[in-house]
C-alpha cells in the first residue's frame, strides 16, 4: 500500500471518488437503496473526510453537528480491498482529532451491528437499543471528548483498546 493521506475533501475529484466508494460499499455490497446513500440535507456532505492513495479515494466518511456541542459521524466505508489494516481506525482518529478541536464535547453515530466491535477499538460504547436503519440492524454509539488530548488521540484510541 503506498502512502495514504487524511484529510477533508477539497475538490470536484475528491467529491467523485467519495461518490464511487459510497457506491462501491453502500450500494452495491450492502444493497442499500441509493436515494438512502445520497439522499440527505443540504450541506451534509460539508465536512467529507477521504482517505487518499495518490488521488484515489479508498475510504470516506462525513462529520455533521445535529448540535451546538456534538457531531456525528456518518457513511464511514472503506474499499473492501483496503480494509483490516489500520485505514479505519486512522481515520477516525483524524476525525476525533478534528472533531475535539473544535471544542465539542461528543461525538455519536449509528453503528451497523457488524461493525459494533470496529468502533469499540475506536473507544465508543453502545448506547440504548438496536434499532433498523435502511434495512439493517444499528446500535447508537458515542464517544466523550472531555478528556481526550488532540495530539494523543492515537494514544487514546490505543488505550482505549486494550
Ligand atoms: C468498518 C470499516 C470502516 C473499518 O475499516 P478498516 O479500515 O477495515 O478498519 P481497521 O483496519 O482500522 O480496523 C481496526 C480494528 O477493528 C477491527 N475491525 C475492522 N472492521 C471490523 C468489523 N466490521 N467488525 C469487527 N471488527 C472490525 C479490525 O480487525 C481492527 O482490529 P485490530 O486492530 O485488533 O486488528 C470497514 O470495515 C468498512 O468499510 N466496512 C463496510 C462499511 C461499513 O460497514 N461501515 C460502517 C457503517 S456504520
Excluded: W
Excluded at 473492501?80 to 482518529?93: I, L, P, S, T
Excluded at 472533531?99 to 451491528?113: E, M, P, T
Excluded at 471528548?145 to 486494550?162: A, C, G, M, Q, V
Aim: proline share 2%; charged share 30%; glycine share 8%.
Amino acid at each position: 500500500m503506498n502512502e495514504l493521506v487524511y484529510k477533508f475533501a477539497e475538490n470536484e475529484i475528491e467529491y467523485d471518488g467519495v461518490r464511487e466508494v459510497r457506491q462501491h460499499v453502500f450500494v452495491e455490497e450492502q444493497e442499500i437503496p441509493e436515494n438512502l446513500v445520497f439522499g440527505g440535507d443540504p450541506g451534509d456532505d460539508e465536512n467529507l473526510v477521504v482517505v487518499l492513495e495518490g488521488t484515489s479515494v479508498i475510504g470516506t466518511a462525513r462529520i455533521v453537528f445535529p448540535s451546538h456541542d456534538t457531531a456525528k459521524i456518518e457513511r464511514m466505508a472503506v474499499l473492501g480491498k483496503y480494509r483490516n489494516r489500520g485505514v479505519g481506525r486512522k481515520m477516525m482518529a483524524f476525525m476525533v482529532s478534528e472533531i475535539k478541536n473544535q471544542g465539542l464535547a461528543k461525538v455519536y453515530l449509528h453503528a451497523q451491528y457488524t461493525a459494533v466491535d470496529f468502533y469499540k477499538s475506536c473507544g465508543f460504547r453502545d448506547i440504548g437499543k438496536t434499532f433498523k436503519e435502511a434495512g439493517i440492524k444499528h446500535i447508537k454509539m458515542e464517544l466523550d471528548l472531555f478528556d481526550i488530548i488532540p495530539s494523543d488521540t492515537e494514544d487514546y484510541i490505543d488505550h482505549r483498546k486494550n
